[in-house]
């Protein structure tokens, strides 16, 4: 019987089985690429600084509200 094949049809507990799935994970995407994503902070964009906008004086938002 194939190597997988007789893993995946060995009974094995959920601790097992999640040590076994770890160990998949970390074969596949690597050690170092799995620990920079968990320890990686939110990124924000940089800030673009943009002229301010010229008053409209028609189109949606040109007169007050209710008015």
């Keep these: 019987m194939p190597p997988l094949k007789e893993l995946l049809s060995k009974p094995m507990s959920r601790q097992e089985f999640l040590r076994l799935f770890a160990v998949a994970m970390l074969s596949l995407f ?7 994503y968990l320890t990686k902070e939110g990124e924000e964009a940089p800030r673009q600084v943009t002229a301010p906008a010229a008053p409209v004086s028609h189109g949606f938002g040109s007169r007050s509200f209710g008015a």
């Design 30 to 36: 690597g050690i170092r690429n799995i620990l920079g």
